[in-house]
Nanobody, 117 residues
């Protein structure tokens, strides 16, 4: 049973900020790089940020670089995504999951982010 609980989404005006949280089970979180993904309506899910298991290395998609910050608290098995300077094109359902090859098969329910212009 996949245990991923994303929260923190909502409706925000362009230029605003949100902080997403994702609580994960030990089997998913511990020792794994984690990522935040998003899926906009009618589009495929894409990776927007990832962080190494110890938290020392991060990657961001070009579309969010400089605006989003990923972090993790290993004691709480939680990964965060601070989103600043939000744009309407950031509107999507946001998911977290481990980074793996092949990609994970099971996902949480995600959290909806809607940015109004």
């Amino acid at each position: 049973q996949v245990q991923l609980v994303e929260s923190g989404g909502g409706l925000v005006q362009a230029g605003g900020s949100l902080r997403l949280s994702c609580a994960a089970s030990r089997s998913i979180f511990s020792g794994n790089a984690m990522g935040w993904y998003r899926q906009a309506l009618g589009k495929e899910r894409e990776l927007v940020a990832r962080i190494t298991s110890a938290g020392g290395g991060t990657y961001y998609a070009d579309s969010v670089l400089g605006r989003f910050t990923i972090s993790r608290d290993n004691a709480k098995r939680t990964v965060y995504l601070q989103m600043n300077s939000l744009k309407p094109e950031d509107t999507a359902v946001y998911y977290c999951n481990k980074i793996s090859t092949p990609p994970p098969r099971s996902w949480g329910q995600g959290t909806q982010v809607t940015v109004s212009s």
